[in-house]
Nanobody, 124 residues
Framework: QVQLVESGGGLVKAGDSLRLSCEAS????????MGWFRRAPGKEREFVAA????????YYTDSVKGRFTISRDNVRNTAYLQMNSLKPEDTAVYYC?????????????????WGQGTQVTVSS
């Protein structure tokens, strides 16, 4: 039904920036909140950021506030995660997800569709 494809990951140095993209197809992208999650080596997947269907509301986990920005382009059916001032502890596989729950959900269980993930590695 819904396909989410992430891109933009890579290997960068601490302090660098990356922008992740998540292109959606198969369902009306404009109607649903989008989120970004990550799984660091040896850890469980965790919430990073979420954005409401129209982009008016965003929500971030504390560790990325002030450094990461989530946005969306409903014409291009694409969500973005701009990551600045990257730290080695940001190293993880990053996943985008689409929720059928209104608002800016942070719980993984509120997300129905998931991408395959893109690797972000930050060296010190």
């Amino acid at each position: 039904q819904v396909q989410l494809v992430e891109s933009g990951g890579g290997l960068v140095k601490a302090g660098d920036s990356l922008r992740l993209s998540c292109e959606a197809s198969g369902r009306t992208f404009i109607s649903f909140p989008m989120g970004w999650f990550r799984r660091a080596p040896g850890k469980e997947r965790e919430f990073v950021a979420a954005i409401s269907w129209n982009g008016d509301s965003t929500y971030y986990t504390d560790s990325v506030k002030g450094r990461f920005t989530i946005s969306r382009d409903n014409v291009r059916n694409t969500a973005y995660l701009q990551m600045n001032s990257l730290k080695p502890e940001d190293t993880a596989v990053y996943y985008c997800a689409m929720s059928l729950v209104a608002g800016t959900p942070s719980m993984q269980g509120h997300y129905t569709y998931w991408g395959q993930g893109t690797q972000v590695t930050v060296s010190s």
